[in-house]
């Protein structure tokens, strides 16, 4: 059984990134670079604050003390330990 992302939390929910992987085909290394360079990184604290208009994109995130907007492809790459 695979791990949760973050894109199947729902809003408020907290959890701890176990790993960034492509969550879908198509996804470049750059986008996996870019999130680990966010800070999307195992260990670290993460929240999804809410999504945005009819449960969508953007994806406001909360990892450690920074605030992210993602779009739900990159918040499928995110494996997470729901808390």
């Known amino acids: ?3 949760p992302r973050l894109s199947d ?3 408020g929910a907290e959890g701890t990134v176990l790993a960034v992987s492509a969550g879908s085909p ?3 290394p750059l986008t996996l670079y870019r ?6 990184l195992p260990g670290e604290p993460v929240r999804l604050l809410r999504r945005g208009p ?3 994109e953007p994806i ?3 990892v450690g003390e920074s605030l992210f907007a993602l779009r739900l492809v ?3 790459c995110v ?3 729901p808390t």
């Open 1 to 3: 059984m695979s791990s």
């Open 9 to 11: 939390l729902p809003n």
């Open 26 to 28: 198509g996804i470049d």
């Open 35 to 40: 999130l680990a360079e966010l800070g999307f």
């Open 54 to 56: 009819g449960g969508r």
């Open 60 to 62: 406001a995130v909360q």
């Open 74 to 76: 990159e918040a499928q």
């Open 79 to 81: 494996e997470v330990t």
